[in-house]
């Protein structure tokens, strides 16, 4: 057995008889359903999704026989409709009994175990070691880090009973671990020789959130976060960067999303860190999601939780940290980035079902020939590391099967019929290029020819998506030089970048009167000199103004 | 940089003038003295370890200076500050700041992941997905197993606040997850084809346990738990049996661990199980560890929950259920099983660190050459698959680092000096054979013959601690007939096997009266009739009894 089951969205349909067009009418929407339900007119300014605004709400029963003519909203008509279609549809995720949870289902999670996988090796070898930490941290920890406190005391989820009695001491459920680490790190860490600290932990958090939506904000979702204490301010700057530019080769190589890297401005960074840095993405509505995050947090935790360290000149001095962190919210940024009406697109390099093959006969004689040229494809491929699964079940037909393994966003379909089986051959479709555009007949079942055909093929899909994903991020970017441009863009949809210099308020200014922030300061900067587009002062630097998730 | 990182024990130590005496005498404790402190007397029943009674405790300081002569307990003298000790010095963990909670150390938590690493393949082999469920339950959920109920209530922790405000409803922070799987197992299930529905979480739980002690019971710790749907009751049975077989193979194969498997008494089965099966490990002071269960959990949940599937002849039924779970107590199993006197000993599939080197040069010329040829073996051992590292700090003699990684339990160590370097070999030395005996010179630097004699002597490290585990085993069970031969063998500390068919008010006497339980009846059973040990009535088959944790 494969390791990816998806148990009740394709059992339920028996019939067949409409092939093609009888998939899409049968789908069950339980994510599209509570959301219109809740949230009849959407805010121009900021995500309004809110799931419910009781304590708790389990999702609405699947009920397929009156769902018959639902289809996957298209995306052009109601991007949050069609984002939740797919989630559902493809079953990614479902709602847990919790208002604001997200159970992630095994195909979803299967993405997060290969964004795991890739991760996980590029933090060992840049000398971070897993550990664990406690997920329940004492309230007055929380209280030691000023700023912090004001960023997280309104989102956190507190147990106040254990074992059947009230605690003395109110527990926080982890919303971010900077305060345990560094409780810890202070008994660790005694000299210059036991720094550089590099660890990283997988973990589940919480923050109660009140406006959720699945993967991109749940109330529990999954992360990293990696934290380090370094002897001097240079190294940890260094070991900040570090961590978002393997965020960004991460967004580019393996999920072919064009993010952009940069700073965070003072505004924007996180609670208690010195400097953030961020790689924001552009989704298909053109919103921007914060996909990762690197924070130099300067001496403001060891500050507060007295982490010291006797440098070589046996002075105690304050060790200076980081934090990075990416989250299940990135597989929302992978939806939102490469899904089209069809239904889901996954890039090849985190797609946990790379190639899906389907056998197709009619006559009974030609069901053994077929399904053993569709094993020993199957074998080849595998042999060759390709994820590769059979769709070999009775009750449905080729045409249901193609609608649902496109939906599903694999990124290549191998078709085998009788006579296929009898030229040895096989037919290959691209789930990026619809129809017969895509679709190339007669690929050799040859190992020596298949194999390096299907590791082509999957590479220029990469990037390919890569392509069609940075056209789009770049056709809808706005140079603007005034406030008057920079609302144009953004009431156009588009993301504005400018010279800018002006005060935290004129930043508010802009967030009050068009919904738009500053993402970052990009580090990719134009050259010359620059005015800022609020001040007509001397700027520095550009910023990128977007709405955003 | 490699994987591990042991930053803060190591480096406590600037001088090195009496190198192999030093390091034991510098050893910090905190895990020891937190115990003994709050520990005075060890009572002969159970384990009776309590790190403290208030709500919060932070570890003790760390204060190497005042604890130069401190050294690891001899095992035989006190177990439990023994184990307390390794755990402390090898830094497998520490403790959280809040009560009964602990941190997972980097060398702890890579044990951890060398589990992970195997099970995970084991249970995708067997046609298990990965998940991931919310880890907040409505209390509600609770409730609705009557013996679930029962068993957990007493040691839940629950949120009442979030995001500022008070719950309607309290949230249990899962202890287990039969009970909201089972809830999405509802939404999901609906005919038999959508069965078995078979899936694993890898997660976080959570149990306010008072009598805490680390890694073997913790307020909080890592596991997986699967949870399994079926069609019929022999479908179910055949899956926990499964699942208990790769637990049991886990054990033997990878961790040197010579469990014993069986069924659990009726007493002793899961709060909501029909039948519970388990291994049982004997640690080194004889008592008995559950290192792993699998339930049948017949259709308890499923009625509960409503978990009904129409079968093939169009009927409604309730599924039949299983779950399965192993923990971060496994490693706490590791430990109390192969550990000796100088520390930890780990079996070679699951360290860490499987090769340390240690280089050895006096005068500054012979440096470069003795580093040179380190770093070559290294590359050499690297390039074959084993897991190596080498420890060149100049700040310690080699000597100190024998005893160092000797107690951190790495299961070889090779040396290279300024003559191994002139001759092209090393020293090689097991640390499960101490002194010379465990020794061997002039092995030839040549990846042709060092690869293969490395690979042999682990496997034979591999297969001798089973083998000394087994013996330890098996001259500690003793087969009774008679109650006054049960109790005499559990005064001896002793397993005591013997022919069980009495009531379970029966084992609950035993149990008031010598602190021993039914273990499990082994699924290896002798041949031939037998008679219940207590009341004499024919008995189908012998139990286990034991102290345990």
Known sequence: MGALRLPSLTSLFTSSSSAAALPRRHLHLPFRRLYTANC????????????????????????????????????????????????????????????????????????WEAIQDYLNAKFKETGHSNMYFPQFIPYSFIEKEASHVEGFSPELALVTIGGGKELEEKLVVRPTSETIVNHMFTQWIHSYRDLPLMINQWANVTRW?????????????????????HAT????EMEALQMIDVYTKFAYEQAAIPVIAGRKSKVETFAGASKTYTIEAMMGDRKALQAGTSHNLGQNFSRAFGTQFTDENGQREHVWQTSWAISTRFIGGIIMTHGDDTGLMLPPKLAP????????????????????ATTSVKEILEAAGIKVKIDDSEQRTPGWKFNFWEMKGVPLRIEIGPRDVSSGSVVVSRRDIPGKQGKV?????????????????????????????????????????????????IAQGKWARGPWSASDNDELKVKEETGATIRCFPFEQPQGSKKCLMTGNPADEVAIFAKSY
């Open 40 to 111: 009849s007119a959407q805010s121009s300014t900021a995500e309004k999704e809110i799931s419910s605004t009781s304590e708790l709400e389990g999702p609405p029963k699947l009920k397929p026989q009156q769902d018959k003519d639902r289809v996957i909203t298209p995306r052009s008509q109601d991007f949050n409709a069609w984002y939740l279609d797919i989630i559902a549809n493809a079953e990614l995720a479902d709602y847990g009994p919790v208002r604001g949870t997200m159970v992630i289902r095994p195909y979803g999670y299967a993405i």
């Open 209 to 229: 959130e009140m406006r959720t939506k699945p993967f991109v904000r749940t109330l529990e979702f999954l992360w990293q976060e990696g934290h380090t204490a």
């Open 233 to 236: 301010p240079e190294e940890a």
């Open 353 to 372: 079902v790379q190639v899906i093959i389907i056998p197709i006969w009619k006559k009974a004689d030609e069901r053994t020939g077929v399904l053993n």
């Open 441 to 489: 007949f007669g690929i050799s079942t040859e190992s020596s020819s298949l194999v390096p055909y299907v590791k082509d093929k999957l590479d220029e899909i990469q990037s390919s998506l890569l392509g069609v994903a940075t056209s789009f991020r770049d056709s809808n970017i706005m140079d603007v030089c005034s406030y008057a441009e920079l609302k144009e863009a």
